[in-house]
């Protein structure tokens, strides 16, 4: 088990406040995938903003949860 776990864990906190939203779904796989992927992950971040970026129009992403600095975020970096 890693030492600073904790101190990570908390760090999404925030981004975890809605849990029913797509956003915190997205935070908790990114998480997952950090500790698991043998890349830690940097695979699916790219493919997920292009996705993102690439939505349709009416897709809005404050519906999803998505806070407007999302790409910002130290998960997703």
Sequence with gaps: M???APIKAKAYASDLT???RCYSRLVVL??????IDPNGGHGWTPQLVQLVDNRP???RLDAMGFPNDW???ALLI
């Design 2 to 4: 890693r030492e600073n």
């Design 18 to 20: 809605d849990n029913t």
């Design 30 to 35: 990114a998480a997952l995938l950090v500790n």
């Design 57 to 59: 129009p009416s897709v």
């Design 71 to 73: 790409k910002t975020k």
